[in-house]
């Protein structure tokens, strides 16, 4: 990974750690990275769910071509 993404994977890891002694909302903690076209985003959000250990991930895409570009990644 590039450092920008790392260090956003790092932030994002944060916002969704519940805060210590508080529980989670009913609704679950959620997090945006925004990002540049090209930035890596998908990747981002691979690394977020690699260091949450997230069992399931849904990623949607707007268009066939990011969909077929999303799957190749």
């Known amino acids: 990974m590039r450092p920008h993404q790392v260090e956003a994977v790092k932030a994002a890891v944060r916002a969704l750690e519940p805060p210590t002694g508080a ?5 679950g903690l959620r997090a945006q990275v925004i ?6 985003k998908t990747r981002i ?8 250990r997230a069992g399931r991930v849904l990623v ?3 268009t066939l071509d990011l969909l077929t570009q999303t799957v190749a990644a």
């Open 23 to 27: 529980m989670v909302p009913a609704a």
């Open 35 to 40: 990002a540049a076209c090209g930035t890596g």
């Open 45 to 52: 959000a691979a690394g977020v769910a690699e260091q949450l």
């Open 60 to 62: 949607l895409v707007p």
